[in-house]
């Protein structure tokens, strides 16, 4: 299949690494040195985002979110007619309905996870759409993101659908870190060190963001570049609350401990300096 695939951040490079062996690969990206790895594999790298998706039959989409969608796809109506696009960009339900309505074609096709899940095949993936046969077109072309769990590749029939899906998996990420941060404070309160609270927070409910982000903390690995920025989990944040029809406490607080990190220069750090830096 000719497969454009727009957007090569962090996460956007290691998806379309795992497309570039089996399909003919078009990649572009804003900056373009960063399409040297899928050049290298064999992919062809466009000057423009017209140029990427003249010919294709899927366009693939990873940007940083719903207004960069707008300015890159929207505004320039720039998905040929008929063409089936996938958009892989964290945005809210709301934006995936205008979306849809926008483009016939789209199929909303967020993951769940960060850099070495997406590595090892080990994302979840949710596939949106309102049209049976391009959801199940993009579900066997996105397959191999979910390879080593395919049961986390879940078929939703709307893109808003598939949007509350990331946000909720998203929502989960931001409040356990803000768990973490105050059991930390609290037991810290106590006299304990960070290695003590580490090990008492095992087999509780903060068991799974204390293994994923216990590394950043005990100086095992650093914040930058690190696998999931505070600056993208506080864009998905304000996501969250802007969606959601009553207040929601618990992501507003973890968003105030990732605006606090934003404005001292670490926005592009690994969200887990919300508790390295707290």
Known sequence: MKVAFLGLGRMGTELALKLVDDHSLTVWNRTAEKTTPLVERGARAADTPEEAVKGADLVITSLFGPDTVREVVIEPSLIPE???WADSTTISPE??????????GYVHT????SLPPARAGKLGVYVGGADASRRATVADVVAPWAAANPERLKVVD????????????????????QGFKEALVLGESQGLAPEQVVDMLGSTG????VNMKSPFLLGE??????DFTADAIAKDARLMLATADKDLPAVAAALASLEEQQEAGRGDEDFSTVVVNR
């Open 82 to 84: 008929g063409v089936t």
């Open 95 to 104: 934006d995936a309905a205008e979306f849809a309505a926008a483009v016939p």
């Open 158 to 177: 709307s893109a808003p659908a598939a949007a509350t899906g990331k946000l909720l998996a998203n929502l989960a990420l931001a409040v356990t870190i």
């Open 221 to 226: 690995r650093s914040t930058s570049p690190g």
């Open 110 to 113: 967020p993951v769940v996870g």
């Open 206 to 209: 903060l068991e799974f963001i």
